[in-house]
């Protein structure tokens, strides 16, 4: 069955042409605030956070940190808040124009409430810990004090490197639906793909009580030393349409800035997928790790304590093992790892800083041409 949504409402605040239009011919402040929140904005209006309608109020913010719980009690890791860096003299019950990407309108948010943050025990809560080199701690730099709350509506989607596959979850519910796919699989991603990435989709692929796969990497902002997205999208395109049956396989993107939260990130990825109409929700080792803040398996055990309506799939460290002959993991390979092939990111990087050729066992040559050709590493 696909999922009912996340809170049982799939929420879409887009507007018509002709409305946004309207809407925009009003004279209203306007109001720009830091990339991540303009990603969450539009993921707000699209449903992707069903059944959150805007931004955070107090209420909510504060359960979510202590508790991991909307304050109608539903399962929710992370704070989505809006918290625009520039102070501004706007009250409850006003109107503003939230600027997107280029600068422009591209939502219209009424406040509904204002209330002050503690930056150091977001970052405490959230990630675990105040250091700033954690990705997303040293992002809640650039954030103000004050969180301004209230529901998102939609002028216009974002204009994004690979907009072709930025689907709404109602878009992708509509493709499973006409692929007759009842139980979808999750594959979230923020690398092109290697082997151990595609041993794993294969591995779901083969069980009998999965319909289709949706691969979705995260494409909106990274951290330095990632792909760029485009290679990514790139990447993953040439590899969906050499490798994969088009009747088992969607391939998407999300353009959210990436959680490095380990478990209450992927719990948060899991709830997102649920609106995108997936039933399942692959969890490798280490999924939103970053550095060695959190356990590389806690992202999987986090499943046992809280239940947000998909089924994990979890999988063990994959790698290639020259006896074995294929990619494999400690469960089934007897070999000392002196055969075992590296095919981590790091490797692959390392080589290619390095000029060197990707091997195969660890790459598909079609992946390895579009990662060879040079500028591919977010700086
Ligand atoms: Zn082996």
Not at 12 to 41: C, F, G, H, K, W
Not at 261 to 276: C, F, H, T
Not at 324 to 340: D, L
Request: glycine share 8%; aromatic share 10%; proline share 6%.
């Amino acid at each position: 069955m696909i999922p009912e949504p996340y809170g049982g409402k799939l929420v879409e605040n887009i507007m018509s042409e002709n409305e946004a239009s309207r809407v925009l011919s009003e004279n209203l402040p306007r109001v720009s605030t830091v990339l991540e929140q303009v990603y969450d904005a539009e993921k707000i209006a699209i449903g992707a956070f069903s059944p959150i309608e805007g931004f955070m109020g107090s209420d909510d913010y504060n359960q979510v940190l202590e508790k991991n719980q909307l304050s109608n009690g539903l399962t929710w890791p992370i704070p989505i808040v809006l918290t625009p860096p520039e102070s501004s003299e706007l009250d409850a019950g006003d109107e503003f124009f939230l600027n997107g990407l280029d600068g422009q309108p591209f939502a219209l948010m009424k406040i509904e409430e204002k209330y002050k943050i503690d930056k150091g025990r977001f970052a405490e809560k959230a990630y675990g810990t105040r250091d700033i080199a954690h990705p997303n701690v040293l992002d809640l730099q650039k954030w103000g004090e004050v969180a301004i709350s209230g529901k998102v509506s939609l002028l216009k989607r974002l204009s994004v490197p690979a907009a072709q596959y930025e689907y709404t979850p109602k878009d992708t519910r509509r493709i499973f639906e006409k692929n007759g796919w009842k139980n979808v699989a999750a594959y979230q991603a923020r690398n092109p793909p290697h082997m151990a990435h595609e041993f794993i989709q294969r591995m779901t692929l083969e069980r009998d009580d999965i319909d289709g796969l949706f691969i979705q990497p995260v494409i909106g902002k990274l951290k330095k030393g990632d792909y760029k997205p485009e290679i990514i999208m790139k990447a993953y395109e040439v590899f969906v349409k050499n490798y994969y049956r088009e009747d088992r396989v969607l391939l998407g993107s999300l353009s959210i800035a990436m959680r490095y939260a380990g478990p209450k990130a992927v719990l948060l990825y899991a709830i997102m997928r649920r609106n995108y109409g997936c039933s399942h929700y692959i969890v490798g080792r280490d999924q939103a790790g970053v550095g060695s803040y959190y356990d590389p398996y806690d992202g999987q055990r986090i499943f046992d304590r809280y239940d947000v309506g998909v089924k994990p799939v979890k999988y063990d460290e994959v790698f290639y093992c020259t006896k074995c002959g294929m990619m494999v993991s400690s469960k089934v390979c007897p070999h000392g790892p002196e055969y075992h092939v590296d095919t981590s990111q790091t490797k692959i990087r390392k080589l290619l800083v390095e000029g060197k050729q990707l091997p195969l066992e660890i790459l598909r040559p079609e992946v390895a041409q579009i990662l060879e050709s040079g500028d591919v590493i977010n700086q």
